[in-house]
């Protein structure tokens, strides 16, 4: 280390990456430890997973080409689906409109004003049923950006899937089911922090046992990221609880290799390409020492960190969107560069509206001329042995562990999403950024440097307000023609098992069998659990 800080010393200064450390003008050997490449960088598909996770990597297969789309009524979010499909994507990602997501129906007084507008209503196993109608789901990979209700969307899911003759054992996909980070940086929590891990140890189980192939749970940063995360702040605030999980997880009776090859991860691309290979180079490696040093795994598949990667909507602009196509291109090749598994690349209308059929459309083709016109694909790790991003990563990673002792001080993730600690570290970032984008810093093009005089017209896609009246209608038919004593004695069930010990899941999917609602099913745990008020609105 002191070779390398004289060597650093003699350099003229460098400028500030996003996690705060400096980015050098120039790289050479004396920036590396001599046992990074020996001990650390290691080979593709073997520990500790520095270069990638599998030994091939995208020589072998590309990644899976997600696109996140859902808005409206289930049947108009299908007809994006079909178009998606047709387009070449491999793999559908749903948006959920924020009373799903929260656990309320289209018709409860809270929901009024946001039925439909962020993602796609889903009320009923009615609601699934239209969504995925003519989706081959027995060859269609689906991932569902669902948190607190998590455990009903993905019983919908399969619900579904059996009445479409697919066996639960060849669904495939993923829940984000990542409800610690709600409480940090996002919002849609229902349940308290504990009740909330419950849940995921339950959903862990039963998926264990009755759908194998589907990942159970997404453990994300890019919400974290979103809202003003450093990379560093990203990948140790998101691996701190990882860690949570599978904490919880062996608490409740797991064996850790039972249920960590299912884990999966899902994090930002920004702009600054060359640190974000550099977060995902170090995630990967702290996770797998984590893996196999604290928690005793012996599974190679549980020490690999496999993530999904979302561009950045953040750094998306409603000035000049058409520029938005190349700074989604950049990131993309970012998350590609360093070694994603699965990859939506955003539309360059999205900080206007929701995208259009065409601006989907193009977000999809920017990862088909990554993966099919660049030369990116036909090496593993194109960036290994580079002092820029192997410095780069050393330094990421050094400043990501910083940080999760610091929460492991604290008493663990949970324990420090109680005390505030990540919330607060995020909205310094995110103040810091702000200021330096306000005062010309940090440059943002079309916005303080390079803009227009007067913006062309721009015809956002909309969605119809008669949607939320239409899924009123649905919902007052659906109770209509329903056995109420049938849901009613299903619910009595899961508050008994939500009360007890019994795996809540088994009554969950027979209540949603016998056609309860979303709302009711998420009632009956609040009944039980309780919600969680935060710790700034005591």
Same mark, same amino acid.
């Given at each position: 280390?002191?070779?390398?800080?004289?060597?650093? #010393?003699?350099?003229?200064?460098?400028?500030?990456?996003?996690?705060?450390?400096?980015?050098?003008? /120039?790289? &050479?050997?004396?920036?590396?430890?001599?046992?990074?490449?020996?001990?650390?960088?290691?080979?593709?598909?073997?520990?500790?997973?520095?270069?990638?996770?599998?030994?091939?990597?995208?020589?072998?297969?590309?990644?899976?080409?997600?696109?996140?789309?859902?808005?409206?009524?289930?049947?108009?979010?299908?007809? %994006?689906?079909?178009?998606?499909?047709?387009? &070449?994507?491999?793999?559908?990602?749903?948006?959920?409109?924020?009373?799903?997501?929260?656990?309320?129906?289209?018709?409860?007084?809270?929901?009024?004003?946001?039925?439909?507008?962020?993602?796609?209503?889903?009320?009923?196993?009615?609601?699934?049923?239209?969504?995925?109608?003519?989706?081959?789901?027995?060859?269609?990979?689906?991932?569902?950006?669902? *948190?607190?209700?998590?455990?009903?969307?993905?019983?919908?899911?399969?619900?579904?899937?059996?009445?479409?003759?697919?066996?639960? &054992?060849?669904?495939?996909?993923?829940?984000?089911?990542?409800?610690?980070?709600?409480?940090?940086?996002?919002?849609?929590?229902?349940?308290? !922090?504990?009740?909330?891990?419950?849940?995921?140890?339950?959903?862990?189980?039963?998926?264990? %046992?009755?759908?194998? %192939?589907? *990942?159970?749970?997404?453990? $994300?940063?890019?919400?974290? #990221?979103? =809202?003003?995360?450093?990379?560093?702040?990203?990948?140790?605030?998101?691996?701190?609880?990882?860690?949570?999980?599978?904490?919880?997880?062996?608490?409740?009776?797991?064996?850790?290799?039972?249920?960590? !090859?299912?884990?999966?991860?899902?994090?930002?691309? +920004?702009?600054?390409?060359?640190?974000?290979?550099?977060?995902?180079?170090?995630?990967?490696?702290?996770?797998?020492? /984590?893996?196999?040093?604290?928690?005793?795994?012996?599974?190679?598949? $549980?020490?690999?960190?496999?993530?999904?990667?979302?561009?950045?909507?953040?750094?998306?602009?409603?000035?000049?969107?058409?520029?938005?196509?190349?700074?989604?291109?950049?990131?993309? @090749?970012?998350?590609?560069?360093? &070694?994603?598994?699965?990859?939506?690349?955003?539309?360059?209308?999205?900080?206007?509206?929701?995208?259009?059929?065409?601006?989907?459309?193009?977000?999809?083709?920017?990862?088909?001329?990554?993966?099919?016109?660049?030369?990116?694909?036909?090496?593993?790790?194109?960036? =290994?042995?580079?002092?820029?991003?192997? $410095?780069?990563?050393?330094?990421?990673?050094?400043?990501?562990?910083?940080?999760?002792?610091?929460?492991?001080? @604290?008493?663990?993730?949970?324990?420090?999403?109680?005390?505030?600690?990540?919330?607060?570290?995020?909205?310094?970032?995110?103040?810091?950024?702000?200021?330096?984008?306000?005062?010309?810093?940090?440059?943002?093009?079309?916005?303080?440097?390079?803009?227009?005089?007067?913006?062309?017209?721009?015809?956002?896609?909309?969605?119809?307000? #008669?949607?939320?009246?239409?899924?009123?209608? +649905?919902?007052?038919?659906?109770?209509?023609?329903? $056995?109420?004593?049938?849901?009613? +004695?299903?619910?009595?069930?899961?508050?008994?098992?939500?009360?007890?010990?019994?795996?809540?899941?088994?009554?969950?999917?027979?209540?949603?069998?016998? %056609? #309860?609602?979303?709302?009711?099913?998420?009632?009956?745990?609040?009944? /039980?659990?309780?919600?969680?008020? !935060?710790?700034?609105?005591?």
């Amino acid at each position: 280390m002191k070779d390398r800080a004289e060597s650093a #010393a003699s350099r003229p200064a460098g400028r500030p990456s996003e996690s705060g450390f400096a980015i050098e003008p /120039v790289y &050479g050997p004396d920036d590396l430890p001599g046992w990074v490449p020996a001990e650390k960088l290691g080979e593709p598909g073997r520990y500790p997973y520095t270069r990638g996770v599998y030994p091939t990597m995208y020589t072998g297969r590309t990644w899976t080409m997600r696109q996140y789309a859902g808005f409206g009524t289930a049947v108009e979010s299908n007809r %994006r689906y079909h178009q998606l499909i047709e387009a &070449g994507s491999a793999g559908l990602s749903v948006a959920f409109d924020l009373p799903t997501q929260m656990g309320y129906d289209s018709d409860a007084p809270v929901a009024h004003g946001e039925v439909g507008k962020v993602g796609v209503a889903i009320d009923s196993v009615e609601d699934m049923r239209l969504l995925f109608d003519g989706i081959p789901l027995d060859r269609v990979s689906t991932s569902m950006t669902i *948190n607190a209700p998590a455990a009903v969307l993905l019983l919908l899911y399969q619900l579904v899937g059996e009445e479409h003759g697919v066996a639960p &054992g060849l669904l495939s996909g993923t829940i984000q089911n990542d409800v610690l980070k709600e409480y940090i940086a996002r919002g849609t929590y229902i349940y308290p !922090p504990k009740a909330s891990l419950r849940l995921v140890s339950d959903i862990f189980r039963y998926c264990q %046992r009755e759908l194998a %192939r589907f *990942n159970t749970i997404s453990i $994300s940063g890019y919400h974290m #990221a979103e =809202a003003g995360a450093t990379p560093a702040q990203e990948i140790a605030f998101t691996l701190a609880n990882g860690i949570e999980y599978v904490r919880a997880a062996i608490g409740a009776g797991l064996d850790v290799d039972e249920f960590a !090859p299912r884990l999966s991860f899902f994090f930002v691309a +920004r702009t600054s390409l060359l640190e974000e290979v550099a977060k995902f180079r170090a995630a990967r490696r702290i996770w797998a020492k /984590v893996m196999r040093e604290e928690f005793g795994s012996r599974d190679p598949r $549980s020490q690999m960190l496999r993530f999904h990667t979302q561009t950045a909507g953040v750094q998306l602009t409603a000035q000049q969107p058409e520029i938005n196509l190349v700074r989604v291109a950049i990131q993309g @090749l970012a998350a590609v560069l360093g &070694g994603t598994q699965s990859l939506h690349t955003n539309a360059y209308d999205e900080a206007i509206a929701l995208p259009t059929e065409k601006a989907a459309r193009l977000a999809l083709r920017t990862q088909q001329v990554l993966a099919y016109e660049t030369d990116v694909t036909k090496t593993v790790d194109p960036f =290994a042995g580079s002092y820029a991003v192997e $410095s780069l990563t050393e330094e990421v990673e050094e400043a990501a562990l910083e940080l999760m002792a610091t929460v492991e001080d @604290l008493g663990g993730a949970v324990a420090a999403i109680e005390k505030g600690y990540q919330k607060a570290e995020i909205e310094h970032s995110a103040y810091r950024i702000a200021r330096e984008i306000d005062n010309g810093e940090r440059v943002v093009v079309g916005v303080n440097r390079f803009t227009v005089a007067e913006e062309e017209p721009y015809e956002p896609l909309r969605v119809d307000p #008669a949607i939320e009246e239409a899924q009123r209608s +649905r919902l007052a038919k659906l109770r209509a023609n329903r $056995s109420s004593a049938d849901v009613e +004695r299903h619910l009595a069930a899961l508050r008994a098992a939500a009360a007890g010990t019994d795996n809540v899941l088994y009554p969950m999917k027979a209540a949603l069998a016998a %056609r #309860a609602t979303v709302g009711e099913v998420c009632d009956a745990l609040r009944e /039980v659990w309780g919600v969680y008020t !935060p710790t700034d609105a005591l």
